[in-house]
């Protein structure tokens, strides 16, 4: 069967055809194509949202395919589940790692394929020492023996990466693993990649970083919305193109941020430090801005926000809205002082997905919507049809569960029960993660407006674009530290990716 | 850079299905779950009123009902603390040492009945609140703590009248507990105890303190996000579910005129039993007074019914147990068989067109 | 964090040596042996104290005794570990045992002349098959094990009420040979004990060295994680219920040759002291840790509390209470170390950047 894939030779080791899956009433897949050839790394690319870990959890037998075939050397490939993923030789790495806390680095490698002596019994000597050579190939030092709880992210990706490794795995699948590594450790784990494709293995490699896609991938796959868009060879691809591909036009047409007259200091922050997880961060953002928090995954943006807005305590340090002081540790202080936080993720954080889409919106009004200490008479229902409407909500109902809106949607939602506290400040993580351009670029526009009403935005963001589209100031973390503040005009991809990774700047 | 988190809940792939099929449930079997099981409470009814004999009699109803009244005390509580994700197994052992202090205050301190009364409740604020510290201020399971606690309390209470019972309450004050309403055989107790359950009902189903239950329930990171006190919030769902506990034990010592140390014992379990017949569910976020207040009657009715039968009391646990387990696994087996049907649905489509 | 970056190699030397000349151990197995430590020096000290104040309670006969009050707890502990480690529990234990203690009686009443050997296999066969139901229904209704087992606590216990109607069983209806086995001793040290140590080593050994046993912690560790990595989940739980159920069910059979006399009661709120043997032994509740060794531990503790207090001349209505002032204690105690060792962890990755 030809898949029209140009650049291929030979058969493919591994094929999807036509893979469809939905979760509820959200396609994640439609109709999916991809095929990795044995000795080649290839990449899968696309926005937040466009299918990229759906399709991960299907090859690691962890999701069943709705429709679609797969083969691995021509022969039908059923994945009745991850034992059957690791039986055909499929290793996955997570975005995110799956270990064991309280086992140690060896069995968590080991798991179910543990070395065995006499009467079938666990030879542990014999585990730590081959843990101990799979992390000489790899070139580090992480103790088999000790727990995995406590390893900071890089060493725990580290671990994932040994247990592909203690496998022999043919078709190793990275999910975006260099997310939280530094550039040292990315090229050593670029260089097992390779030592693996030499081995005839088939490497599929998901990364937002285009740089290290192009150095390491022979070949590109683009997914937009669920939808397979293109593969082709990354010889004949720029990342302009890529980019094209994956967005669907040009990024030039993402709104950019309207001026405003800048008013007085509303959000002040200073020496803010949380042992461990951030120190010394101080910046200020004054009505009618937008500051852009930037720096990689794990540099303690999303920590500083929430500590800001009182989730997280911090050891040393004060938050000032409109030059009072703000008590620590009490998100309902902060609403009252006229805070709002629209965390960064949306199932977990921002919104309650079991209950309606009322309830959600009114959830931190609920007190000031009551009269006499009662909720009654409607008030919730109202006070959420304004603000859906405001921010064109579509939903069947607002008594519908919130689970079974669209993301773009679910996001609005959750803009609208912020929006509904009339916040002075706006703190709002990730603002656009998973959510469709269309959505994007009207949130683009409503914080663009709400900075013009006189708000105080603090924004964090990883995509780049965005960044430097919306924001009037750059603040970039890089481990825990604010390393760099780079005015609009200053701000570009090279200078802040400088100051995210740690070079060139010093904290 | 990070998740995709609109499609796949990042930590498995296993609990989006079971999302999926919670949601299918809430639409389906579970949004009449209150309409089911007032409707079984009156097919039971009718049922015992027609083939058991004395069922149906002034004096039945009123045995029955005075019989419900610590139960349906401890469960208004316990439906709030379980919407809210936690549970207090210590619930019964509180009556219990309520019951005994009651007793040997009585017996040896020379305080008025009122006073003592009033002691009682507040040690049993006291006895929810250590449970609400190590539950919320220490971070443990609240299944863990007040296992513990459920095995404390009932030692405590031991402790304090040993194996012997305190019965000697003042006629007036034993007989009130028991008194009808004049003119009907329902007691009199049952009106407090419903004006409480209304009590409840609002301030669980009409206040923001409600709306606050359900979020945590159901996320309680996203509750913290908006602004909800999540562990002042449990903390205080403890102590009420104590002091509730201290007046079932006043009632209980009244009604029986006896304080001992064994009084109460496992009702923890039909307490929670009855919570989760009235349909909310063991992981919080979900459920109603209504249907608990239908979940106590029933469980009530059914006994009832069967120990006029002739039915040995202790065997029927048979039938608190096998209706704990078949209130669990109903839903979730309706919930698959929906599933189930939906995808085999969705599958045939495409072959026909 | 990635508060890793240029410091790759330096990392790794982050992990403190564990001390000069001494041979490198796994954390967790430290902190697992100072707490199976711990628990044996706090036995050796209550032993030592009451001792002092009364020395025959290290006499054989006394010691004998504690063995033999011991083994049907460890026994039973121990299974529970297995429970628990998987980040279930199971509360039906006690049931079980009735159950089946009282099936083991009533077996030798219907079929006098049977061998001792065929009602042991019959016992732990009845007992797998409740495991058998707690696991299946676990299965079915994707509901936290709590709740299900227990309603099968009722469940069972009513079964055996039913069954039982209100008869005894006496040590004159069984033979010879079965009672023997309940009191005779090997050496001085009763067979009881020894079956228990027998399960204990096994137990342990399987936890410790199999794959299928590392497997149980890795999905009390993660559940999700287990199921990514091919774990079968479900059908590890289910072996996981059968296996208690299988253990409930031999210290059923032993609890009938042990105590001859039996009626439906036998074994009531015995899963409190089981839960609380298993906790105390540094079994966490919320899975992943711990072993078969502590947990025995545990259970030697708790019946040796039991006995010192009786020597002690304290009342022993205090024992009930003691128990749950020690799950809470040990609770807390847990997680108070988990808390220092993340602090001391975290600390660590940031020394290492």
Known sequence: MSLGVPGAEGAPLLVLDGVTKSFGAVAALRGVRLALHSGEAHALVGENGAGKSTLVKILAGAHAPDSGRMTLDGRPLELRGPADARAAGIAVIYQEPTLFPDLSVAENIFMGRHPLRGLRRIDSRAMNRDAEQLFQRLGVRIDPSRPARGLSIADQQLVEIAKALSFDARVLVMDEPTAALSGVEVERL??????????????????????????????????????????????????????????????????????????????EVRGLSRSGVFSDVSFSVRGGEIVALAGLVGAGRSEVARAVFGVDRYDAGEVRVAGRALPPNSPRRAIAAGMALVPEDRRQQGLVMELSVERNATLARRRALSRLGLLVGGAERAEARIWTRRLQVK?????????????????????????????????????????????????????????????????????????LGMADRVLVMHEGRVVRELPRAEADETSMMFAATGQGATA | MAHDSLYAAPPSGADTERGAGRLAGLRG????????????????????????????????????????????????????????????????????????????????????????????????????????????????????????????????????????????????????????????????????????????????????????????????????????????????????????????????????????????????????????????????????????????????????????????????TIVTGTLLIVSVVLPNAVADVRARLHRRRRRAQPSVS | MSLTDTGAPARADGDPPPGPGRPRRTLTERLLAVRELGLLLALGALILVTTLRNDRFLSAQSIKDLLLGCAILVILAVGQTLVIVTRNVDLSVGSILGLVAFATGDLFLA?????????????????????????????????????????????????????????????????????????????????????????????????????????????????????????????????????????????????AARFGTLDAAAGSGLELQVVAAAVVGGVAIFGGSGSAYGAALGAVLLTTIGSSLAVLRIDPFWQQAVVGALILAAIGLDRLLALRTAARLRGRSLHGA
């Not at chain 2, 307490?271 to 976020?285: K, M, N, Q």
């Open chain 1, 190 to 267: 670029f260089g097992v990649a390779r030592s693996l494709c030499e081995r005839g293995a088939a490497v599929l490699f998901i990364s937002h970083r285009f740089d290290e896609v192009f150095d390491l991938c022979q070949r590109v796959t683009v997914l937009r919305d669920g939808a397979w868009v293109s593969s082709d060879s990354a010889a004949d691809l720029t990342v302009d193109e890529v980019v094209r591909r994956m967005v669907g036009r040009d990024v030039s047409s993402l709104y950019p941020k309207q001026d405003a007259p800048l008013r007085d200091t509303l959000l």
């Open chain 1, 395 to 467: 939903a069947a109902r607002l008594a519908a569960p919130v689970a079974t809106l669209s993301g773009g949607n679910q996001q609005k939602v959750v803009l609208a029960k912020w929006l509904a506290t009339e916040p002075r400040i706006l703190i709002i993580d990730e603002p656009t993660r998973g959510i469709d351009v269309g959505t994007k670029a009207e949130v683009h526009r409503l914080l663009s407006e709400l900075a013009g009403e006189g708000l105080a935005i603090l924004m964090i963001s990883s995509e780049l674009p965005e960044v």
């Open chain 2, 29 to 316: 079997a579970l949004g009449t779950w209150d309409a089911a099981i007032v409707a079984v409470l009156l097919v039971a009814v009718l049922l015992a009123s027609l083939s058991v004999q004395n069922f149906a009699t002034g004096r039945n109803v009123q045995f029955l009902l005075l019989d419900l009244v610590p139960l349906a005390l401890l469960a208004l509580p316990m439906t709030l603390i379980v919407v809210t994700g936690e549970i207090d197994l210590s619930v019964a052992s509180t009556v219990g040492l309520s019951s005994t202090l009651m007793g040997q205050l009585w017996l040896s301190s020379g305080l008025s009945l009122e006073l003592i009364c009033v002691l009682v409740v507040l040690v049993g604020a006291v006895l929810g609140a250590v449970n609400g510290v190590f539950v919320t201020g220490f971070g443990l399971p609240s299944l863990a703590v007040t296992i513990g606690t459920l095995a404390l309390y009932r030692g405590l209470s031991f402790v304090v009248l040993g194996d012997q019972a305190v019965a000697d309450f003042p006629a007036g004050w034993t007989a009130a507990a028991v008194r009808a309403v004049p003119g009907t055989s329902i007691p009199a107790v049952v009106v407090p105890v419903l004006l409480l359950a209304l009590a409840f009902g609002v301030v669980l189903h009409a206040t923001p303190v409600g709306r606050a239950l359900y979020a945590m329930g159901n996320n309680d990171e996203a509750a913290t996000f908006a602004g909800v006190s999540v562990a002042r919030t449990k903390f205080w769902l403890f102590v009420v579910s104590g002091a509730v506990g201290g007046l079932a034990g006043i009632f209980w010592t009244l009604r029986y005129a006896s304080a001992r140390g064994d009084n109460a014992t496992g009702l923890e379990l039909t307490v929670v039993t009855a919570v989760l017949l009235g349909g909310v569910s063991i992981f919080g976020g979900r459920g109603g007074l209504l249907g608990v207040v239908a979940g106590v009657l029933l469980l009530g009715v059914l006994r009832n019914a069967l120990q006029l039968a002739d039915v040995d009391a202790n065997a029927l």
């Open chain 3, 111 to 255: 079929a006098p002349g049977t061998p001792w050997p065929v009602a042991l296999l019959l016992g732990v066969g009845l007992g797998a098959v409740c495991g058998v139901i707690n696991g299946g229904l676990i299965a079915v209704a994707k509901v936290p094990a709590l709740v299900i087992t227990l309603g099968t606590l009722y469940a069972f216990r009513g079964v055996d009420y039913y069954w039982a109607a209100g008869r005894q069983i006496n040590a004159a209806d069984m033979p010879r040979s079965f009672l023997r086995l309940g009191n005779q001793t090997v050496l001085g040290v009763p067979v009881l004990f020894l079956v228990a140590l027998v399960v204990v080593a096994a137990v342990g050994c399987y936890l410790r060295c199999y794959r299928s046993g590392r497997e149980l912690y890795a999905i009390g560790s993660e559940p999700a994680a287990a199921r990514l990595s091919g774990i079968p989940v479900g059908r590890r739980v289910l072996a996981v219920f059968v296996a208690n159920g299988a253990l409930a069910g031999l210290a059923g059979v032993l609890y």
